[in-house]
């Protein structure tokens, strides 16, 4: 069984995983700590744990790109002669892309289109000839609440689902450990745009829900590996039936993940501006989902059952069924 139809890459291994369990435990708590405190100063500073981009918070974004290398100051006189206030410009970390963003302050659902009707006016009246590319995107700020609070109900919808799915396909332990387990890759990953102060846009959320998937994935890949040695060796003690499992899918983890990961490495080096959220998130979230299937879910396990076990109840996880012949 082991190895069959997959590529080894490590050959056969022998780590003991849940003896590093509490290394395991500090690191989670870290970086989990740390953003939490890290959306709670940004909480404090803008009523928001992280920065929002347009699409929830409302307003105007414009992004230009130049046939030259534009003057940002002779931007902001154009912007300013329009009679616009308060506009933020700021050019992107590629000055070769001669890009800018210009973005006006939170505005009132009547005033959002005249606003992105202004700084259109005023860029192409002033560098008509010069400009390559002009994107705006205008948001409400009732609208912008709207799509903020679908989003969340998006995120949560999906947990409770797979919650409900891994309920029936296995047992609910396994259901909670893995939605436990994907709780805590994207706490982290929220956590680190608070950190770095990256804007969460509609995209990210994309980027979310995808990171939320691919973990569980992984996580079920090991649950079932489970399932079947717990079948194999009924007498087996947990922690070395879990232990092993790992090993065991140790090679299509990091093959998967790792070709994944090269792949959304790409997208976030050579992607651009426009993908910058949504390929950070992804970056971040298969490295902390990979590690989360490992480290935190197959884990949970062995403490249910420890914790059966102190309290003198049966503590023998469900193990698969025999297949028919």
Do not use: C
Not at 104 to 133: F, H, M
Not at 233 to 262: A, D, H
Not at 296 to 319: E, H, I, N, S, T
Request: net charge neutral.
């Amino acid at each position: 069984m082991e190895g069959e139809g997959i590529v080894e890459l490590f050959g056969k291994v022998n780590i003991d995983w849940l003896g590093k369990k509490w290394y395991f435990l500090g690191f989670s708590l870290i970086f989990s700590v740390a953003g939490i405190i890290a959306m709670s100063l940004t909480y404090a500073k803008t009523g928001s744990p992280v920065p929002l981009g347009v699409d929830f918070r409302g307003g105007t974004e414009v992004q230009i790109t130049f046939a030259s290398v534009p003057d940002v100051n002779q931007v902001r006189q154009a912007i300013d002669a329009a009679g616009i206030k308060d506009a933020k410009i700021v050019g992107y970390d590629a000055p070769e892309k001669h890009e800018l963003l210009v973005s006006l302050p939170e505005q009132t659902d009547a005033t959002v289109d005249t606003g992105r009707k202004q700084i259109q006016d005023a860029l192409t009246n002033s560098y008509n000839n010069k400009i390559v590319s002009l994107s705006v995107q205008a948001v409400g700020p009732t609208v912008g609440k709207q799509l903020e609070k679908q989003a969340g109900l998006a995120t949560l919808y999906s947990l409770v689902g797979m919650l409900i799915y891994l309920w029936f396909r296995f047992e609910l332990i396994y259901g909670v450990a893995a939605v436990v387990a994907v709780f805590h890759d994207t706490l982290i990953t929220v956590g680190f745009f608070a950190l770095t102060k990256q804007e969460i846009s509609l995209t990210v959320i994309a980027a979310i829900l995808t990171l939320v998937g691919y973990s569980m994935n992984d996580t079920i890949v090991v649950f079932d590996r489970i399932r079947e040695n717990l079948r194999l060796t009924r007498k087996e003690v947990l922690t070395e039936v879990v232990n092993r499992s790992i090993n065991q899918t140790l090679s299509r983890t990091v093959l998967t993940s790792g070709l994944t990961f090269l792949t959304v490495l790409a997208l976030y080096l050579f992607g651009g501006e426009v993908l910058h959220g949504f390929s950070f998130a992804l970056v971040v979230g298969i490295l902390i989902g990979t590690y989360s299937s490992i480290a935190v879910a197959a884990p949970m396990l062995v403490a249910y059952q420890d914790w059966r076990g102190a309290k003198g109840k049966a503590a023998v996880l469900p193990a698969a069924k025999r297949t028919k012949k």
